[in-house]
């Protein structure tokens, strides 16, 4: 089991400009969420997808975020245009929804920086 | 709606003392409880979880009661050591911790000195 996979695990970009993270879930999870860290809010969820599908958005901060997931094995969240508030660390976790109490298995993040 | 509360970090212990991190929780329904640990440049790994009331949670010498009563979940260890330090999360779901997603405390980033 490899666990979740985040690329790039660091991005530093100028304001403007369009970024992507990445996500593989573990095989054979059903569920996929994205979350966003920062000091001052702590952990945020942004989406998550069920069987591919997206079920909440509500945590997308604005427009200018997007997030797909094509396939069972592959999700990315796009910023455009990145602005320097976007600096964090996002994550990418992913779980087993109709297995009670299965846990989110987290990626280990993407430091994003944007200046 | 739903939020989880925690004691405000960092918590600074000596090697071998006794550790409490409060946690303390309001939700609609009947939640799943999570605690979670993050080590510096990694993601959050589950350390341990209770589902319903009364239950008890343990890993690695941690342990967390799931009290309905007074609304909490507090993380306990009788003897820290320095490969405990690390940043303390407690969380929440409504949706058996993988459904719905986790609503997540701020976290509480404890620091164990030898």
């Known amino acids: 089991d490899a666990g979740v996979i985040q690329s790039p695990r660091h991005e530093v970009t100028e304001m403007g400009q369009e970024v992507t993270l990445r996500c593989k879930p573990i095989?054979?999870?059903?569920?996929l969420f994205w979350y966003r860290q920062t000091m001052m809010r702590g952990l945020e969820l942004l989406i998550y997808?069920?069987?591919?599908?997206?079920?909440?958005d509500s945590g997308m901060p604005e427009d200018r975020f997007s997030a797909k997931m094509p396939n069972a094995s592959f999700s990315t969240l796009k910023i455009q245009p990145s602005e320097p508030r976007d600096s964090a660390v996002y994550f990418c976790?992913?779980?087993?929804?109709?297995?009670?109490?299965?846990?989110?298995?987290f990626g280990n993040g993407t430091r994003l920086t944007v200046t | 709606g739903d939020s989880v509360t925690q004691m405000e970090g960092p918590v600074t212990l000596s090697e071998e003392a006794f550790l409490t991190i409060n946690c303390t929780y309001t939700?609609?329904?009947?939640?799943?409880l999570f605690w979670y640990v993050q080590y510096p440049g990694e993601g959050l790994q589950l350390l341990l979880k209770?589902?319903?009331?009364?239950d008890k949670g343990s890993n690695k010498g941690f342990e967390a009661t799931y009290r309905k009563e007074t609304t909490s979940f507090h993380l306990e260890k009788g003897s820290v050591q320095v490969s405990d330090s690390a940043v303390y999360f407690c969380?929440?779901?409504?949706?058996?911790?993988?459904?719905?997603?986790?609503?997540f405390g701020k976290g509480t980033h404890l620091i164990i000195q030898p």
């Open positions: 976790a992913s779980s087993n929804r109709g297995l009670d109490g299965s846990p989110l298995h």
């Open positions: 095989s054979g999870h059903n569920s």
């Open positions: 997808f069920n069987n591919n599908v997206p079920i909440d």
């Open positions: 939700a609609t329904g009947y939640p799943s």
């Open positions: 209770a589902t319903k009331a009364d």
């Open positions: 969380a929440l779901s409504l949706g058996g911790g993988g459904a719905d997603g986790l609503t």
